[in-house]
């Protein structure tokens, strides 16, 4: 078991593919298994050429139902048919992707004989449930369609286990230190003894934020309150503020704003249209960073390594 | 007007895409417009790397509802939608195809205002019609569910205009020689005269037939008789003829037997299995080549020009 955490941007693009950026998609790689944040056509390919074995993608978390987030699915769980999946699957996300699911199996006719559960959210069904090492919580954002927000925060880890002062309390090396590390207050010499007392502060969990398809709006503030991570629409540069409220999406400013109102560690520009050269991407992390320094514009494949916080004092 | 006719390969993989070959689609690309032949996911990037202009595309003929022929559809038609298309677009495919077109819109909320038609074939009604500067006939082949071949047959050129014998004959430099070009029967001094007796033969048009997804059959022997080129399934090699049969798919041997009995003058194989290495493949075209010399196994975005034939004696 290792402690590693990463994230993998599979296509960083908006609407219509480019030469640089693909159609949304995002894996959250943990200890044991991967995680996808939406699906857009091209995804399956993607995923072959990052490398990732599509296997031990366990869960997949739609935002929305346009097509740019969804058009990779069919095509995705086809081939995973055909490629003798027997690991279960999940895709969450908003009411409907069930039914896109079910009318294109039906058209296209294929059979999916691997275990696939549908997990359809609502306002008020919407986490937390647990994914992977993770407590999901979702919330709508602000769209033109149903868009929902997520949150994948992992447990915090037991602290350092002090030998020394276990040994000064009398604890003998076994199974009694384990239920200290487990967290449970253990009975010794006739004293309760709780595991602050042998245990340093804990690791804090980490947690990454994934809001695309929005404009600026309070449940991404209450979504990314001091994550690690938040990954955040940035459809247009500033000077296309007008065209982004009228399409429902951020600017690289909104979303350096909502970064810093949220006090997360670091942003990640998503979501980049093609109308974009990389002029104007420069000029989209530089409005940014002017306003939330540690903004980064990632392309597709990039990955990102996620060190846990340092123990809290 | 030019009388360049190509064909260019944007995904030659079957069912499962691989890193060498993508899902399929390809591109007949004619004198001011493009065919598409099968729209899997992912040929609209493919689209984009082949530097082919989508809006040049004026008709999709789908094979069948199988989604690695298909789930490129939507992606295709939505950033369309995003480009401003407003060249109109046709699809032509088996029963049902429209409503997989229908059904993903509904869901996924998308709009499309440029002007598009479905028409929808049945074994009673598959042609021929037109399609750019093509007569197509459909027939259905010998697969798990319908699927169609296309044959798309160029008309024949006038042949060259003989300017001695007009002379001789005395008809006048301007109008009269047009029409004798144009096919029609001319009056002068008192004598009728045909196209013939100043036209060279004409020049015979070029057809490409598209027969994927299916077993040798009787039906791809009709659409293929003669023609420049057939692009034939050939998803397996030799050693696999049982999978094949039970797959409703042909080995490159049966391509090439099915090329032979047609006498067309190119084979070009296509729909491989991600299953086969490039061993395998030079394997498979070797099989084939021992049967049909003039076999071919193109990759993805390879272009092939087809010259019109030589003039008939």
């Known amino acids: 078991m290792t402690d590693e955490l990463k994230i993998q941007f599979l296509g960083t693009g908006a609407a219509v593919p480019s030469p640089r950026r693909g159609l949304p998609s995002l894996a959250i790689i943990h200890d044991g298994g991967i995680i996808l ?58 009411a409907g992707i069930r039914r896109f699911y079910e009318s294109v199996r039906e058209i296209s006719d294929f059979k999916i004989t691997y275990p696939l559960y549908f997990k359809e959210l609502t306002e008020n069904e919407a986490g937390p449930f647990l994914s992977g090492p993770f407590q999901v919580t979702a919330k709508v954002l602000h769209h033109r369609s149903t868009c929902y927000g997520y949150r994948f925060s992992e447990a ?22 384990s239920e200290l590390q487990q967290g449970k207050t253990i009975h010794v010499n006739g004293k309760n003894i709780s595991p602050g007392e042998v245990l340093g502060p804990p690791f804090p969990g980490r947690s990454i934020v994934f809001c695309t398809d929005t404009l600026p709006c309070e449940n991404t ?9 938040l990954i955040h629409d940035s459809t247009f540069s500033k000077a296309l503020t007008e065209r982004a409220l009228k399409t429902f999406h951020s600017t690289s400013v909104q979303a350096a704003e909502m970064a810093a109102r949220a ?26 960073r002017g306003i939330f320094p540690e903004t980064f514009l990632p392309g597709d494949f990039d990955t990102i390594e996620i060190q846990r916080p340092e123990q809290q004092a």
Chains 1, 2 share one sequence.
């Not at 072959?48 to 699915?73: E, N, V």
């Not at 560690?265 to 992390?285: A, C, G, P, T, Y």
């Open 37 to 94: 944040c939406d699906i857009g056509e091209g995804t399956q390919m993607n995923i072959l050429s990052a490398g990732i074995p599509p296997s031990k993608i366990h869960t997949i978390f739609i935002s929305h139902l346009h097509g740019d987030h969804i058009f990779g699915l069919p095509g995705f769980l086809t081939s995973q048919q055909m490629m003798d999946r027997s690991n279960p699957l999940t895709i969450i996300g908003p």
């Open 156 to 177: 915090a880890k037991p602290g350092r286990f002090n030998v020394e002062k276990a040994e000064q309390l009398g604890i003998p090396a076994g199974p009694l230190r």
């Open 221 to 229: 503030l209450k979504l990314a309150k001091n994550a690690s991570l």
């Open 263 to 288: 006090a997360v560690e670091k942003l990640f520009l998503w979501h980049v249209s093609s109308r974009h050269d990389e002029n104007d991407e420069q000029e989209m992390l530089n409005e940014a």
